[in-house]
């Protein structure tokens, strides 16, 4: 029973636009969520978090947005750069620390 | 980076034989964790470490044991490996902030295991 799901196995979107991830989870204990970004032969690497007491985080050309009624997250990269190709897992963060991940979103950003 | 290294980096290996993974890491993290990734699954927590010789399970951990006997080193062992533990391994470490506020996990590089 996945607990965290990411519906779109891949998404690719022109350099200059906006990529658009999404993100679902089912347990409302979750209070905390995370993206990662990962190369092939490499490890994942933090993007970005957002706790849940808040319904926005920016960082530079990444934004991540939490919907706490709708339990649904997103992660929008403005303007996407072909560096940004890379698979992107959200996660969520139980009380104790420990992080359910979704299976993962393929990005391809187009020259 | 997080100084955070896995040891073996792939490792090919026969159906039934025994299989340990290290993971080390040089931050003096409280928390260490070993996840697998497989295509469809993203990463699955197979068990972690919240200090030496502390180890819980995570969400797949049947077959898998593992060991903290240093802060520095998390050891994740099959003992008799199977063909579907094929995938790639990957340890985590992290640290929870002062006030009990979340830290991020940082991960090591990862392990590719085929089993025959």
């Known amino acids: 029973d996945q607990q965290v799901k990411q519906n779109s196995p891949s998404l690719s979107v022109q350099e200059g636009r906006i990529s658009i991830l999404n993100c679902d989870y089912t347990n409302s204990m979750f209070d905390y969520f995370l993206w990662y970004k990962k190369y092939p032969a490499e490890g994942p690497t933090f993007l970005i978090s957002i706790s849940s007491i808040k319904d926005k985080n920016e960082d530079g050309r990444f934004t991540v947005f939490l919907n706490k009624s709708a339990k649904h997250l997103s992660l929008h990269i403005v303007p996407s750069q072909p560096g940004d190709s890379a698979v992107y897992f959200c996660a969520a963060s139980d009380p104790t620390g420990k992080l359910i991940f979704g299976q993962g979103t393929t990005l391809q950003v187009k020259p | 980076d997080a100084g955070i290294t896995q040891s073996p980096r792939h490792k090919v290996t026969e159906t039934g034989t025994p299989v340990t993974l290290r993971c080390h890491q040089t931050?003096?993290?409280?928390?260490m964790y070993w996840y697998r990734q497989d295509p469809g699954h993203g990463l699955r927590l197979i068990h972690y470490?919240?200090?030496?010789?502390?180890?819980d399970k995570g969400e797949v951990s049947d077959g898998y044991s593992v060991s903290r006997s240093k802060t520095e080193d998390f050891l994740l062992t099959l003992e008799s490996a199977t063909s579907s533990q094929t995938s790639v391994y990957f340890c985590?470490?992290?640290?929870?902030?002062?006030?009990?506020?979340?830290?991020?996990?940082?991960f090591g590089p990862g392990t590719r295991l085929t089993v025959l």
């Open positions: 985590a470490i992290s640290e929870f902030l002062a006030g009990g506020q979340y830290n991020e996990q940082f």
């Open positions: 931050e003096n993290h409280r928390y």
């Open positions: 470490s919240y200090g030496v010789k502390d180890t």
